[in-house]
């Protein structure tokens, strides 16, 4: 089963809300990722995690705040955004950092 | 130069056509390489994994050619549900982390 879960599904948020994404995994992956996707765009990495702890930040703007509380999970908390941070934030797994990556269906965001 | 470049197409073809992609990269150093298609409002699939000795599922082959620094997608005897854009990733170059190409439109047609 390589079956990465997201929640929500579409969430609103104005400025000045303070909101978290989920994402879990259960196929035993070490490494789990978060991705922004622009339409019409690739997705560009935000952050890894590698044995629950952050490996890689790709400079993202401290209003995202990632936190892995274990093996499984994968959160990231959002305050303050910017109408542009609206995309599609996409969350991984893979059994290692060098190895195919599974996505889930990604949680579209929008800030008003 | 980006560091991974990918053709953007749009490319149209009728069912039953055989198409390839390339991509290429920049650092040689990158360790791991795929394929991925995704579809509109979708999360991106895997395809496939591509291996310096080419691997072939189906219908579908990809290589690698490590000293040129690019990788191949060849789909034979399209069909309309290979229509989606088709992603180059690559991975490692002495960290995790993972770069995708923009992507390339495939539309098969009737």
């Known amino acids: 089963d390589t079956e990465v879960t997201q929640t929500p599904k579409h969430l609103v948020m104005g400025m000045t809300n303070k909101k978290s994404l989920k994402c879990e995994q259960h196929m035993g992956h070490r490494a789990m990722y978060w991705y922004k996707q622009k339409a019409k765009k690739p997705p560009e990495l935000m952050f890894v995690y590698s044995y629950e702890k952050l490996s890689i930040n790709e400079s993202v703007p401290s209003r995202f705040s990632p936190e892995c509380p274990n093996s499984s999970l994968l959160n990231l908390h959002l305050h303050a955004l910017q109408p542009e941070d609206s995309a599609l934030y996409l969350c991984?797994?893979?059994?290692?950092?060098?190895?195919?990556?599974?996505f889930g269906p990604g949680t579209r965001l929008t800030v008003t | 130069r980006k560091e991974v470049e990918q053709d953007p197409g749009p490319f149209n073809v009728p069912e039953g056509a055989t198409v390839a992609f390339n991509c290429t990269y920049s650092?040689?150093?990158?360790?791991?390489f795929f394929w991925y298609r995704q579809d509109c409002r979708k999360e991106p699939k895997l395809l496939m994994s591509v291996y310096s000795s080419g691997n072939e599922d189906g219908r579908f082959t990809a290589q690698l050619n490590r000293a040129s620094q690019y990788i191949s997608l060849l789909i034979r005897d399209s069909k309309l549900s290979d229509s989606a854009t088709y992603l180059c990733?690559?991975?490692?170059?002495?960290?995790?982390?993972?770069?995708f190409g923009a992507g390339t439109r495939l539309f098969v047609k009737a």
């Open positions: 991984a797994s893979s059994q290692d950092p060098a190895v195919e990556q599974y």
């Open positions: 990733v690559v991975n490692g170059g002495g960290g995790f982390k993972t770069i």
């Open positions: 650092n040689s150093a990158s360790q791991s």
